[in-house]
């Protein structure tokens, strides 16, 4: 849930990258509507969607590699007849983001017959498929002109297609407004294109979405209150990309998550307490948020008396569906996300070892217990305030429950998942392991030195947990 974020979304970082940047050419933009069409539908923006308001969009980019006697023409044919009809469920997609008629603050999902995704066919032939589907620093100025800017005029969903060099690789950019829908609705719009694309059967197939903003009743009044203190897009901090921006991936193995449970279980019988409930997704956000600390230390930029008493923060996102009251259902097409904050003093997060490790996974786990009692109370009004008032924040998007390595439109599952728009929020994207059954990884992008210590720590981390165990 990464709420920091640059005023404009724009297709490539500026600067100029420490190696040349991919030549692009784009052979054709498409409209894509759906079939058959729906009527005109007017959906209104929930006290969940209006958070993301002036956020910029989700970038997430899937690359797949082709077999050397693939039909290029056929697959690429084939994805855009597909989406014809995975977008007919999901048609609110296809709209566009407006002020609703006659008001000054509630805005509306609009689609008319007509209205469709944009979709690029591009190609790139020095982009090669084994230099950018892996786990190792790569440019983020190689990957970024891969994904799609969202058109003018509202649109809230943009996808691309780009065959690689010598069209051994096809790397998918999705594109999406986040006030149109968090992150498992949009998953689940490409869970069932890919179904489509490859014509799986109808029980292999997802359920529709569910689209009844009635569902999400608010009788607090939360719309008006989250609208009137969310930032502005001139107000959001974001970060500056550097021309030698990189992204990288780090994976926690199965083994590894239990060794980090073992450690803080360990820690909590040591110091007399309870031990923190540490899930596999626990256990990733306090390693991550820990190495993450610990690399900014090692930076040297803070002042050792501050730091004594120096907060550090981590914000990430929790499903809120089930709890509603009603619950909502599970393919509820919208956002329905609230922020967990996890908070613990600098110093103790900098400390290697288990110590640091279990006041991390502590708050993490705590973090989880409050975001869960807030909802349906007058804390939920907090949120946004809560977010200004953070110092030191890391923040989290995507989620393993997304199983986006399972995404197959009929030529494999993807090569590598990166949620590309985390280098400008300077969030850590998280998802299930492509490579380690049980596992996570996570995506981090920095600049050349801070990434050299992030792998520093992480590196280090892992000896630490191996050599206990």
Request: net charge negative; hydrophobic share 40%.
């Amino acid at each position: 849930m990464a709420m920091a974020a640059a005023p404009e979304h724009h297709q490539q970082p500026a600067g100029t990258p420490s190696s040349s940047s991919p030549r692009l050419r784009v052979h054709d933009t498409t409209l894509v509507a759906p079939s058959p069409s729906p009527p005109e539908t007017s959906l209104p923006l929930t006290f969940f969607d209006i958070i993301w308001l002036n956020s910029p969009p989700v970038e997430r980019l899937l690359f797949y590699r082709l077999a050397p006697d693939a039909d290029v023409a056929t697959t690429i044919s084939n994805l855009k007849d597909s989406l014809r009809h995975a977008i007919h469920a999901f048609y609110p997609l296809a709209g566009r983001l407006r002020l609703t008629p006659g008001t000054s603050d509630r805005y509306e999902l609009y689609y008319r017959p007509g209205d469709g995704v944009t979709f690029t066919v591009a190609e790139c032939d020095d982009a090669d498929i084994d230099s950018l589907a892996i786990d190792d620093p790569r440019d983020v100025a190689k990957i970024a002109k891969l994904v799609p800017s969202l058109p003018q005029g509202g649109g809230v969903f943009a996808l691309q297609a780009t065959l690689l060099s010598a069209r051994r690789g096809l790397a998918i950019g999705v594109t999406v407004h986040h006030a149109a829908c968090d992150g498992s609705s949009s998953t689940h719009f490409l869970h069932t294109w890919a179904s489509a694309a490859a014509c799986t059967g109808a029980e292999a197939r997802p359920p529709p979405p569910v689209i009844d903003r009635t569902l999400l009743a608010d009788p607090r009044g939360m719309y008006d209150v989250f609208f009137h203190v969310a930032p502005s897009t001139d107000e959001m901090e974001f970060v500056k990309l550097s021309a030698d921006q990189l992204f990288a991936t780090f994976t926690l193995s199965k083994d590894d998550l239990l060794r980090i449970k073992d450690a803080v279980a360990d820690e909590a019988a040591r110091r007399g307490v309870a031990p923190p409930r540490c899930s596999s997704l626990v256990a990733t956000f306090g390693f991550v948020w820990s190495c993450y600390v610990r690399a900014k230390e090692s930076s040297g930029s803070d002042d050792d008396e501050a730091t004594i008493t120096t907060m550090t923060h981590i914000l990430f996102p929790v499903d809120h569906r089930s709890r509603m009251k009603p619950p909502l259902p599970e393919k509820y097409l919208g956002n329905c996300v609230g922020p967990a904050f996890g908070k613990a003093p600098k110093i103790e997060l900098e400390a290697q070892g288990a110590g640091g490790l279990f006041s991390a996974c502590a708050a993490v786990a705590s973090g989880i217990d409050e975001a869960v009692r807030d909802i349906g109370t007058s804390r939920m009004d907090a949120w946004l305030d809560r977010i200004r008032e953070a110092g030191s924040l890391l923040t989290v998007a995507g989620s393993p429950r997304f199983r986006v390595y399972e995404l197959d439109f009929g030529f494999g599952r993807p090569a590598k998942v990166d949620i590309v728009s985390v280098a400008r929020t300077g969030a850590v994207a998280v998802a299930e392991s492509r490579s380690s059954a049980g596992g996570m990884e996570v995506g981090v992008s920095l600049k050349p030195a801070g990434m050299e210590r992030f792998h520093k720590c992480f590196a280090e981390g892992i000896a630490w947990l191996q050599q206990r165990s």
